[in-house]
């Protein structure tokens, strides 16, 4: 220990030796410092075990991807599927949670991105209470947004890049809808309905058909002539895929049925 300078934390001397190992310190404290630096800049939080295994280089410990990545990353790859396997209008609202998740972000932590092992459940929380209050998002919008960032992080475990979903243990409920059916009279009105306004028309007829087909809004959207079909004995058919559900709709045209 005499060969050691506390004050100075070098080895005391001029050799050859003292000049390696007094090297060989100062280069371990540049990169000590360098780490701290870095794990700071990344909002780790700082331990002596964590900046060891950042100082060894164990990087699979520090070098996480980020939220907005994995959500990047995930529309990319969807992106060239819209209309084929995937509906505009769904991207579109994953879009949309993508642009809550950083707006959350920036106003709670000023931040444009976190690591991903930083979404916990007070996170989580915390963006459901956003949606709530900032965006005034109902229970049910809320659980569609918190589906897709639990969705994300499926993904990031799927990956590899993290271990456990926080989200597998924070259950939102869903309020129940109570659905009200138009009656004769009520589908009559709307049948019988004038406008001058040709889009008011047009929302009218798809309204209607969607009434007496039972296509949705987006399949009715997403209807082409090729969608239309005459058999051998001269039925009239539409056979179309049902974008949500992916599954062969065939509704004949029933002659009885007079719209106008």
Same mark, same amino acid.
């Given at each position: 220990?005499?060969?050691?300078?506390?004050?100075?934390?070098?080895?005391?001397?001029?050799?050859?030796?003292?000049?390696?190992?007094?090297?060989?310190?100062?280069?371990?404290?540049?990169?000590?410092?360098?780490?701290?630096?870095?794990?700071?800049?990344?909002?780790?939080?700082?331990?002596?075990?964590?900046?060891?295994?950042?100082?060894? &280089?164990?990087?699979?410990?520090?070098?996480?991807?980020?939220? =907005? @990545?994995? !959500?990047?990353? %995930?529309?990319?790859?969807? #992106?060239?599927?819209?209309?084929?396997?995937?509906?505009?209008?769904?991207?579109?609202?994953?879009?949309?949670?993508?642009?809550?998740?950083?707006?959350?972000?920036?106003?709670?932590?000023?931040?444009? &991105?976190?690591?991903?092992?930083?979404?916990?459940?007070?996170? =989580? @929380?915390? !963006?459901?209470? %956003?949606?709530?209050?900032? #965006?005034?998002?109902?229970?049910?919008?809320?659980?569609?947004?918190?589906?897709?960032?639990?969705?994300?992080?499926?993904?990031?475990?799927?990956?590899?890049?993290?271990?456990?979903?926080?989200?597998?243990?924070?259950?939102?409920?869903?309020?129940?809808?109570?659905?009200?059916?138009?009656?004769?009279?009520?589908?009559?009105?709307?049948?019988?309905?004038?406008?001058?306004?040709?889009?008011?028309?047009?929302?009218?007829?798809?309204?209607?058909?969607?009434?007496?087909?039972?296509?949705?809004?987006?399949?009715?959207?997403?209807?082409?002539?090729?969608?239309?079909?005459?058999?051998?004995?001269?039925?009239?058919?539409?056979?179309?895929?049902?974008?949500?559900?992916?599954?062969?709709?065939?509704?004949?045209?029933?002659?009885?049925?007079?719209?106008?």
């Amino acid at each position: 220990m005499s060969e050691w300078d506390a004050k100075k934390q070098l080895v005391k001397g001029s050799s050859d030796k003292a000049k390696l190992i007094n090297e060989y310190l100062y280069q371990l404290r540049n990169k000590v410092f360098q780490k701290e630096i870095e794990l700071m800049e990344k909002g780790f939080m700082l331990t002596p075990t964590l900046l060891k295994e950042a100082v060894n &280089d164990h990087v699979d410990a520090v070098n996480q991807k980020t939220l =907005i @990545q994995v !959500f990047n990353d %995930f529309q990319a790859m969807r #992106k060239p599927l819209i209309g084929k396997k995937i509906a505009k209008d769904t991207y579109e609202d994953n879009d949309l949670t993508g642009r809550y998740i950083k707006e959350f972000m920036e106003k709670q932590y000023h931040r444009s &991105d976190i690591y991903l092992h930083e979404v916990k459940i007070g996170f =989580i @929380q915390g !963006f459901h209470t %956003f949606l709530l209050t900032e #965006k005034n998002n109902r229970q049910n919008s809320c659980s569609k947004h918190l589906k897709f960032l639990k969705q994300l992080m499926n993904i990031a475990v799927a990956n590899g890049y993290l271990q456990f979903n926080p989200l597998n243990i924070y259950k939102v409920e869903r309020e129940p809808v109570e659905i009200d059916f138009l009656d004769h009279n009520e589908l009559q009105k709307i049948i019988n309905f004038e406008t001058p306004i040709k889009r008011f028309e047009r929302t009218r007829d798809a309204f209607l058909f969607g009434c007496f087909t039972g296509l949705a809004y987006i399949d009715i959207k997403t209807l082409r002539k090729e969608h239309f079909e005459t058999d051998e004995e001269g039925r009239f058919w539409i056979k179309k895929k049902r974008v949500k559900i992916g599954v062969l709709s065939r509704i004949q045209r029933d002659s009885k049925t007079i719209l106008r």
